[in-house]
């Protein structure tokens, strides 16, 4: 046994995929609409973790605020964008094809937990040959948002119980993780809102090579 979880959840922007182009293609889009300053690639990163209305929030905030703005139909105008642009600059960060390979093979299930609406979450994954391997994908749409742990708790029950771990990028995963009592690593070369190691997870990981060994000392 290399490690003593049944289940491994991940959290997905930030996490197992870099999405951060797509997600600023989608929100300078929008911004783009409401006449706005498209948000530069290096900001991008810290307008992601809590949904896409989060996001827009954010980027509106960031460029000028929202009065005066329709709201909802920039909301929809991101969604349609980002829909229709899902996996152009979408990919697995480094080592996560083979870490996902070296769980599957010890018998680990894994499984998605993401802020991002789950048919979006199940497009993307297919679009990049990946949604086979997860024994639960959960997204926005049926579970309160993280850091709600509800979806956690239903991982859990469709993954068909056992003890789980989490992996995630930002605050939303940790206390969701923390929440729902399930021990949680933290990833530092996701969206991180705050320094990986304030993000309050057991154990810190700067590389997927290292997230087998990290769940094995937990
Ligand atoms: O949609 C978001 O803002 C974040 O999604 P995530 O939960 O997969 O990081
Ligand atoms: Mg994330």
């Given at each position: 046994m290399i490690h003593r979880f049944a289940i491994v959840g991940f959290d997905l922007d930030g996490t197992l995929l870099d999405t951060s182009g797509d997600l600023g293609a989608a929100v300078n889009h929008a911004l783009a609409l409401a006449e706005r300053d498209a948000v530069p690639p290096d900001q991008v990163a810290n307008l992601i973790g809590g949904g896409a209305r989060l996001m827009l929030r954010r980027a509106l905030e960031l460029t000028g605020g929202s009065v005066g703005l329709d709201e909802d139909a920039l909301f929809e105008a991101l969604l349609a964008y980002y829909e229709a642009n899902i996996a152009v600059h979408s990919s697995l960060y480094p080592g996560g094809a083979a870490m996902l390979d070296a769980l599957q093979d010890a018998g680990t299930q894994i499984a998605i937990v993401t802020n991002k609406r789950e048919a979006f979450a199940r497009k993307l994954l297919g679009a990049l040959g990946l949604d086979d391997r997860f024994a639960a994908i959960i997204g926005a749409g049926t579970y309160p948002l993280k850091p709600a742990p509800d979806a956690l708790h239903a991982m859990v029950e469709q993954c068909g119980g056992g003890t789980a771990a989490f992996v995630g990028d930002t605050t939303f995963d940790?206390?969701?993780?923390?929440?729902?009592?399930?021990?949680?690593?933290?990833?530092?070369f996701g969206f991180n809102d705050r320094p990986a190691r304030d993000l309050g997870a057991d154990a810190v990981i700067d590389h997927f090579d290292d997230l087998i060994p990290a769940l094995s000392r937990l």
């Open positions: 940790t206390a969701a993780a923390r929440a729902a009592a399930l021990p949680c690593i933290a990833v530092s």
